[in-house]
């Protein structure tokens, strides 16, 4: 019995000894691993520093409603056209429409949208395409009726980071007279905001058919042996200077 104690101390020993090993080896491999962390400049593209993304967004008007007064103004009616017009344009999904359920606005938010309604139906906007969500508005708070739809949308930004200094530093941004951070930004975040249909920034449009009327006009010049282009007479009479003629 005293052998065999003798024999499982010894068994225990080596398992020790071999675990020490494996724990010396592991910090002597990590004693000569040393990480190297390289500060990569940023990108001298401002397209690259500030790329236009695409993602969903939201297009909404707001229809006020008064206690005493049903039905649109003119002004609301333009809204609501507009709204309709765009919808059919650039909208990702159906329109979500809030309207005043309870309330002293209920009666007149109930006629105006039944004037939205018939606004929707003149534009062409089917009436599954529309759904009709009753709320309560808040006391002493003027309510309205919220027209809402999802879009795609194009953004950059944020604008405004400051990441490394302008002024004479060590940093290899400097000394290699990159361009700073932030240029390039407001640029590219109006090209965003003024470009009419985000998807133009990823792929072109289907090509259109021609437009007969003109084609058909130069073909018959052009049949004739006569000159196929236009002529534009009479722009320049108003023009206040002669310069440059």
């Known amino acids: 019995m005293k052998a065999f104690n003798t024999m499982i101390a010894g068994h225990r020993g080596a398992a020790a000894l071999r ?15 040393t990480q190297q ?17 695409l993602h969903e967004g939201e297009h909404t008007v707001q229809v006020f ?41 209920a009666r007149a938010a109930a006629d105006s949208m039944r004037e939205i309604w018939s606004v929707f139906a003149a534009s062409g906007i089917p009436r599954r395409a529309v759904y009709v969500h009753h709320y309560r508005p808040l006391d002493h ?10 879009k795609v949308v194009a953004d950059v930004g944020p604008c405004g980071i400051w990441p490394n200094d302008l002024g004479p530093t060590y940093d290899v941004t400097y000394n290699e007279n990159r361009p700073y ?4 930004c407001a640029t590219q975040r109006n090209l965003a905001a003024m470009v009419e249909d985000p998807a133009d920034l990823v792929q072109p449009r289907g090509e259109a058919p021609a437009y007969e009327a ?9 049949r004739k ?21």
Not at 71 to 85: D, I
Request: proline share 6%.
């Open 214 to 222: 003109r084609r058909t006009v130069a073909i018959d010049k052009y």
């Open 19 to 33: 675990v020490l090993a494996a724990v010396g080896l592991a910090a002597s491999l990590g004693g000569c691993y």
């Open 141 to 150: 708070v003027l309510a309205t009726i919220k027209l809402n739809y999802s």
């Open 181 to 184: 951070w932030n240029f390039g």
């Open 65 to 105: 409603v008064g206690r005493n007064r049903g039905g649109l103004t003119p002004n609301q009616r333009a809204e609501v056209l507009s709204f309709a017009q765009y919808w059919r344009h650039e909208a990702t999904s159906g329109i979500i429409v809030d309207v005043p359920g309870s309330g002293p606005s």
């Open 37 to 53: 962390v390289i500060d990569m400049p940023y990108p001298v593209d401002y397209r690259a520093r500030h790329p236009i993304a």
């Open 225 to 245: 042996g006569e000159n196929p282009s236009g002529t534009y007479d009479g722009y320049d009479k108003n023009k206040i200077s002669g310069l440059g003629k």
